[in-house]
């Protein structure tokens, strides 16, 4: 028995997040995924502000991605905006991707 590789879709979003961007911002990652019929997520967050704005939309996103069973996973999220979202309870529900190690 073989495993089935897992498929993967990436989009970026970034800077400060409306909550009247909110609505458009998950009717066009709710598109993507509908497309990509991925797994899996890969949201690029560098530069997203680290505020509950920017945390909420997250959330929505991962709950989105949860109907097309997907799991968005974050990447290049800023240090403010992995202790935001800890703070908050959500790191198991917006899991990063470990970055990789620092040159030795």
């Given amino acids: 028995?073989?495993?089935?590789?897992?498929?993967?879709?990436?989009?970026?979003?970034?800077?400060?997040?409306?909550?009247?961007?909110?609505?458009?911002?998950?009717?066009?990652?709710?598109?993507?995924?509908?497309?990509?019929?991925?797994?899996?997520?890969?949201?690029?967050?560098?530069g997203v502000a680290a505020d509950a704005v920017a945390v909420d939309a997250l959330a929505r996103l991962q709950v989105l991605a949860g109907r097309y069973r997907c799991r968005m996973r974050l990447e290049h999220a800023s240090a403010e905006l992995r202790d935001l979202i800890a703070f908050m309870g959500l790191d198991d529900v917006l899991p990063g991707i470990p970055a990789d190690p620092p040159p030795r």
């Avoid at 495993?3 to 458009?24: M, N, V």
């Fill in 1 to 46: 028995m073989t495993a089935t590789p897992s498929r993967t879709t990436t989009f970026a979003i970034g800077g400060s997040i409306d909550p009247e961007d909110l609505p458009t911002l998950c009717k066009r990652v709710g598109a993507l995924l509908r497309e990509a019929g991925a797994d899996v997520a890969v949201c690029d967050v560098a």
